[in-house]
């Protein structure tokens, strides 16, 4: 999100993609999105690894740091999910933290948000689709696709009901990976044209000092509010994989 | 979060024609935008994997830890507790049974002082009357003494008066009777 001094507003370019890691990335097409995630990987690992090295018996921050993310997520999955959550929590925990870090390094200047790429969000949501489906036919095999016929319905409207609910279940690809990439770029497109504007306003002269003033602190608003969004985001987007865990696990 | 996305399409307008070829998230054409992908799939199954196997079951493990060790205190504490609950019941107990025996005790010795102190009021009483009939019998025996110089002092009288009047000594038999007579008819014969 580098505001460049250009004439135009060029909000877009910072989602543009670049192989990172000089030519042994280049020729791997290792990007500077995965650059990213690797970090993003690397500090949640780094918060339980460096937070529990001193095994306190009373934490101090960093060591209450981890055992708080680690309870938040372990009674997010066994809350929503049930008793059964336990087995995915490591799953949804890697998920939330991969998500929120990814979120939150972005507001960084200079740095490069892997979830405002659709591809990302979309296979983050397409593997737990998957997850949820694998799962859903190994706890009730066949009767799995009973979750598709609602009770209680007119035999006649049976058809209609199981189509309908056929693409609900489908849309939740789309609607969790859209969810994240939109929230995520919009925020980022915005601060960008901001900050593009303080840029030219201020570069205008004297008029145009007040009213660059004014993007500033709309920046400095928006700054507080992706930090918001970034985390939001990543709790909706685990809240919903506990969600539909349950569904799958319950089948209702 | 909502409005987020309705801003942005008010913007895309302005900044879609700014930036040629749209948006590059859009641009699959390009070869990074799949191998991102895919080089995610792999950092996320590292990072699953990492977490699973080694950093949470870590935390895991000092949480339980600290839970065992809490339990195991509030159990101590407990323990503790019952401990000083049934010493505080003993020392109840024994501050009881030592009153008890205290009052026992006391009780004993006021009826035993009781009953000496009316062993000795009857002794008492016993030597009182024997006194008192004693004290009575003498006073019996003086009366009878005197009751008998009475009647030696009346006769003795009645014959020097009636010697004085007549010149002549009484007829003893008539006097004693009617001495007799006279200190019967006053009770004191």
């Known amino acids: 999100m580098a505001a460049e001094g250009s004439s135009s507003i060029d909000a877009l370019s910072q989602f543009k993609l670049s192989t990172a890691l000089g030519p042994i990335g280049a020729s791997v097409n290792f990007t500077q999105s995965n650059m990213m995630m690797v970090i993003a990987g690397l500090l949640t690992l780094a918060l339980l690894w460096v937070g529990m090295r001193p095994r306190a018996m009373v934490p101090g921050r960093l060591q209450a740091a981890a055992e708080l993310a680690y309870e938040f997520i372990l009674s997010m999955c066994t809350e929503t999910i049930g008793p059964e959550g336990r087995r995915f929590f490591p799953f949804v925990f890697s998920l939330f933290f991969f998500i929120l870090f990814g979120n939150l390094m972005g507001v960084f200047p200079y740095a490069f948000t892997f979830t405002s790429h659709i591809a990302v969000t979309l296979a983050l949501s397409l593997l737990v689709f998957i997850l949820v489906t694998v799962v859903a036919l190994k706890e009730h095999g066949v009767h799995f696709f009973s979750y598709f016929v609602p009770a209680g319905v007119p035999k006649v409207l049976i058809p209609l009901m199981v189509l309908i609910e056929v693409i609900s279940y489908l849309s939740r690809i789309i609607s969790l990976s859209v969810r994240l990439f939109a929230n995520m770029m919009a925020g980022h497109v915005m601060l960008e044209v901001f900050g593009a504007f303080i840029v030219m306003l201020g570069a205008a002269g004297a008029i145009g000092w007040i009213p660059a003033a004014l993007s500033l602190s709309v920046n400095t608003a928006l700054i507080g509010f992706e930090l918001l969004v970034a985390t939001l985001q990543a709790y909706v987007f685990a809240v919903l994989t506990c969600i539909y865990l349950h569904d799958a696990v319950h089948l209702h | ?189």
């Open chain 2, 1 to 189: 979060m909502r409005l987020l996305p309705a801003a942005l399409l008010l913007f895309l307008p302005v900044v879609a024609h700014a930036a040629e070829g749209g948006m590059p998230q859009l641009d699959f054409a390009n070869p990074l935008t799949t191998s991102q992908v895919v080089w995610g799939a792999i950092i996320f199954f590292v990072l699953y994997l990492l977490a699973s196997r080694f950093a949470l079951p870590k935390v895991g493990e000092v949480l339980e830890e600290r839970a065992s060790r809490i339990a195991q205190d509030l159990e101590t504490a407990q323990a503790a507790k019952a401990k000083s609950d049934a010493a505080v019941m003993e020392m109840t107990e024994a501050t009881a049974k030592a009153r008890a025996d205290a009052q026992a005790t006391i009780n004993a010795e006021l009826e035993k002082a009781k009953a000496t102190a009316a062993q000795q009021a009857a002794s008492l009483n016993e030597k009182l009357e024997r006194q008192l009939a004693e004290s009575e019998a003498q006073i019996v025996a003086a009366r009878t003494a005197a009751m008998g110089a009475l009647r030696q002092v009346a006769t003795d009288t009645a014959q020097t008066v009636v010697t004085r009047l007549t010149g002549a000594a009484p007829d003893q038999a008539r006097l004693n009777a009617a001495i007799g007579g006279a200190l019967a008819s006053r009770g004191l014969g």
